[in-house]
């Protein structure tokens, strides 16, 4: 099968979005499928693997991540590239975005007559609220056009139920199938190695008796990390040893270091800025638990990964990822924004052993089902239903 992946965010940058596509691509063309990326060009950066296509590209907003299709002055290009791409004769598109690469994606499935689907990868009117003004009118229009888009498409693919039902809630039509699909996780990659977490500890200067919570994400305040810091001051105060390892970076990241200082934190709260993510599993093992608190994840990508390497994870409740945790079996959900409540579970999970040691093989155990081997056939399969229509 010929796939062309539509796609604003890509490499070099490393964003959930980029994650998934990157994961999906090597596990189908393992599958002897063939994947074309179709995606925005970044200055200086050259591509490592074939069939990645670039437009000229604009930054938007202040933020070097965001970039979008340039406009008429490169309609040229943009043709050339159309006719290009005619000649591949794909069998199905794959838009990741509804935006630019988005709308040039039903373009050629209109005019090669072939389906689009279209996953929906972040909650684009919650997000919005914290990067505009504006937290009526645009995210308002943002549902609205959202729910354009979708409708445009042949079947959605949702990261996640609480997904499904955001699209159902802002009108999309109900003859449009939408599939909960989460993007799979590399087994062989993550999973329990005590030596690599003791050299990251080594590393940063942690003991091995210490006790380690991490967080893994970009530093943004959509996050809710400074929830992550309030409730790890109430964790701290009844524990001596114990660490907080802030993973990622993001706009809010100066913001964040200055919070942890304020608040007196700064010799337990550990920063390490961005890590690689072949090397972000040897983090995790170096940590006891995983903490987390954004309700803007679309799915929780890094909550299989951690439990993966065999931590038990301690998290706010969220639809994003309720199809992974099991509260009180392999994790705990905390109901409310509660700092307190948050870190008593937290503190009931290093405090006993026999429960931690449960959890943790439970969680590994849950991880399982979300292989990137399963989640690709199940990709496959949602190709193939749309292509019989």
Not at 33 to 43: A, E, G
Not at 278 to 296: G, H, Q, R
Not at 335 to 361: M, P, T
């Amino acid at each position: 099968m010929k796939i062309g992946f539509f796609s604003e965010t890509y490499l070099p940058v490393i964003h959930g979005v980029t994650i998934s596509i990157e994961t999906f691509r090597k596990e189908l063309e393992s599958m002897g499928h063939k994947v074309y990326i179709y995606t925005l060009d970044i200055p200086g950066y050259k591509d490592k693997t074939p069939n990645v296509f670039r437009f000229k590209s604009i930054r938007i907003i202040k933020n070097p991540e965001l970039r979008q299709l340039q406009p008429a002055l490169h309609l040229k290009p943009v043709r050339a590239s159309l006719e290009e791409i005619h000649k591949l004769k794909l069998d199905i598109v794959h838009a990741h975005t509804p935006f630019s690469l988005g709308v040039l994606a039903k373009s050629v499935s209109k005019e090669q007559k072939i389906p689009m689907v279209y996953t929906h990868h972040t909650d684009y009117p919650e997000y919005i609220k914290f990067y505009w003004k504006d937290k009526i009118i645009l995210p308002r229009l943002m549902k609205v056009y959202t729910r354009w888009f979708s409708n445009l498409s042949n079947g959605i693919i949702a990261p996640s139920l609480k997904i499904k039902r955001y699209l159902r809630g802002y009108g999309v039509n109900k003859k449009i199938p939408i599939y909960v699909l989460q993007t799979g996780i590399d087994l062989n990659l993550f999973k329990k190695s005590p030596a690599a977490g003791f050299l990251v500890r080594r590393k940063l200067g942690i003991s091995p008796q210490a006790k380690v919570l991490i967080c893994v994400g970009r530093i943004g305040q959509e996050k809710n990390v400074e929830f992550i810091i309030r409730a790890f001051g109430e964790i701290s105060k009844d524990r001596e040893g114990i660490f907080l390892m802030m993973v990622g970076e993001g706009p809010f990241f100066e913001s964040l270091k200055k919070i942890v200082k304020d608040s007196g934190l700064d010799k337990k709260v550990i920063f390490t800025g961005r890590i690689s993510h072949d090397e972000i599993k040897d983090y995790y093992n170096a940590a006891d638990l995983f903490v987390f608190a954004s309700y803007t994840d679309t799915q929780g990508i890094v909550i299989i990964e951690a439990m993966a390497c065999g931590l038990p994870v301690v998290a706010l409740k969220d639809d994003a990822f309720s199809d992974m945790i099991a509260d009180g079996k392999n994790s705990f959900m905390v109901n409310k924004q509660s700092e307190k409540i948050f870190a008593q579970k937290v503190n009931q999970l290093l405090g006993d052993k026999e429960l931690y040691r449960k959890f943790s093989s439970a969680a590994i155990k849950q991880a399982a089902a979300f292989s990137k081997e399963n989640m690709a056939k199940k990709l496959i399969s949602v190709y193939k239903s749309l292509l019989k229509k």
